[in-house]
């Protein structure tokens, strides 16, 4: 029978294992649930994927930068994802629009169109920093991540 400091050992090792494998599962099932394939065949990520393929075309260096500086306040382990993410979606409105290339007005307001509501102070924070005035895109900070959109109109 365990007795004494032995025993809280185990025990602290125990829940803190349970915990971490709670925490780790829950991210994994979160991806999983977007890798499920969708009505029309494919998933979120197939979505993301193609958005990005069929418009990577359109970037151009100075883009790339102003989306790689935009990220930063995302932790580096997320941020890959957080970037695939966003891309995507400023992929599907530059198909949605025939944009002929991806603009500073069209890649913030993706940003701001793909990020959750919490993530919102960050961008605004960031912009600022940046010198971007963000009373243009005030209407798409209520199009966020939080609420499911089918098409996104200016």
Partial sequence: ????????????WVVLLVVLMGIGGFFMFRKFGKSL?????????DWEEYYVDQTI???????????????????????????QKIAGKIGQLALEEKAKSITQE???RGY?????????????????????????YNKYFELSADKPTQSIKR
């Fill in 1 to 12: 029978m365990l007795e004494g400091w032995f025993l809280w050992f185990i025990l602290f």
């Fill in 37 to 45: 394939p969708k009505q029309d065949g494919k998933s979120d990520l």
């Fill in 57 to 83: 075309h359109l970037w151009n260096n100075e883009q790339k930068h102003l989306l790689n500086e935009l990220v930063t306040p995302v932790p580096d382990l997320f941020r890959p994802v957080a970037k």
């Fill in 106 to 108: 069209l890649l913030i």
């Fill in 112 to 136: 701001i169109i793909a990020t959750p509501k919490r993530d919102h102070k960050f961008l605004r924070k960031k912009l600022a920093e940046m010198d971007i005035d963000v009373t243009p």
